[in-house]
DNA sequence: TTTAGGG
DNA sequence: CCCTAAA
């Protein structure tokens, strides 16, 4: 049962050369949100209100340039999941001291992260639209010295798979370990650090990140080479290739993994075996009941995009985030689990006969991601928590979330277990509370479904004869000026609607019977502003009534 | 913001 | 109803 998942740190980076470091800290499934050093708590209102999104500002396409020259953000979320086996009882603590917000133009991040048990992993981002819940948000607009451009945050489609991931922030360095169930015999238990970044200078451009206990200064960016990290076009892709979106970094990480084996601790090796039963009756025997446990020492939100202004405060951005942040957990998280470079879907496999638990080999490519929750057999992770606490305040999120994701090929959705037999994950009951509420959500987000009633449908016929089928603006104020919950959208779709209905039997139509009368309007209407488009292209556009008779 | 269509 | 590309 995961009973803490943190967060632990978020660190963002200007292109300007500023860079601005953030701390997030989120305890799912306890109450525990810190936001950097302000404490901050989960927004109450991590959704845009319905009036706000209605007028939210639909922006031009920014162009890949612009993209470029914005504020390339670097939003990473290394943050350290701590997994607390209620079985071993054994405790875990994450601690991330936060940043230090540079004077000049750079930031140290000074972070002292203790994370016993835990696994990397990357949150493959699901969401796509974190621009609808910040901008709910764009009301303080305070002052910020350190930002000089607009930032733009956003968050990549489902299957995101940059190039590479450029992370200034803690926890890097991914880590995946394993190690024996905690006995307290081990008072030493090391961090298998598969992933030292040290000589990893790359052909991947990283600028600069900071590793876990480590003070260090991050590089100025001024490099235009981030751009390609950042606009990457892996970045995008649809929802829809969702179907074989693999956690991104899954070939990276082997790629490290098999790059920094050498940094792997021979004595780890011998990790388990040290773990043997000294009555050791049987060895073998007892070789089954080993017991893995798995870390997560950290993993990254993938991007996010934020928009804010440069007159915003440093607050509202860590707010942003934050959000950001919350939309992306607040759609709930499967496990992903990967051997070798293979996905483990077979969650009734046994960690021996996947080949985890038997020696530490194969630990060197194991592999976790954290991925969207989809279908019903998903698991949600850290949802639970945003479930219990939060629900009607990611209505938005979710909706982004589940619009990038219900496309995504369910048979992922199996996988999650395979591997957390520990105990470490107990998806049950926060589970099914969670797709309550998921589904509340999605309903609370939809508008409700308001029935034209017949009196309305006559007044839309009316006033479509008259107008014609392409000036639904119109329509609406002449015929639905009052009828508030009725947009010029609503009135064009049930346009549509109603030929529709007229041209099908009687017998298929549902609802409310619309009077054959009406129906037959609709569809001489229908056919005259058909014939007549060009009319209302042009300057006079014939009365419907008058032309009718021509017809 | 509206229009026009697909989902 | 929703979401959006285009206009």
Known sequence: ???????????SRALDNHTVVLCIQVMASHKVLEFGDDGYHLPAKARASRSVRKRRI??????????????ELLATVAGSLLLE???????VQNTVKKETPAEENTVKLSEDVDVRCGFSSVITDPCKKVENVVKGDDSDSCEVENLSQELKLGVNGGDARPDVVVSIGSNISTEVGACGIDDGLHGSRDDVNLFSRDNDDDDENFTGYIRPRVTRTVPRIGDRRIRKILASKHWKGGSKNNADAKPWYCSKRSYYLHQHQRN???????????????NSDDYRLKAKTYKVRLRIKSFRVPELFVEIPETATVGSLKRMVMEAVTTILGDGLRVGLMVQGKKVRDDSKTLLQTGISEENTHLDSLGFSLEPCLETTSQPLLSSYLSEHACDDLTLCQDSM????????PSQADDSRALVPIGLLEPQSPNRKFKRTEQQQHAAHRRIRRPFSVTEVEALVQAVENLGTGRWRDVKVRAFEDAEHRTYVDLKDKWKTLVHTARISPQQRRGEPVPQVLLDRVLKAHAYWSQHQMYQLQSEPPRFQ??????
Do not use: W
């Open 546 to 551: 008058q032309a009718e008779a021509l017809i």
């Open 58 to 71: 639909y922006e031009k396409k920014v162009s890949g340039d612009e993209k470029m020259c914005a504020i």
């Open 1 to 11: 049962m995961i009973h803490i998942v943190k967060f632990s740190s978020i660190a």
């Open 264 to 278: 792997y601790p021979i004595k780890k090796r011998r990790y388990f075996d040290s773990i043997s039963d000294s």
């Open 85 to 91: 086996g209620e079985s071993s009882g054994v405790s």
């Open 402 to 409: 589940l619009n990038s994701n219900h496309d995504t090929a």
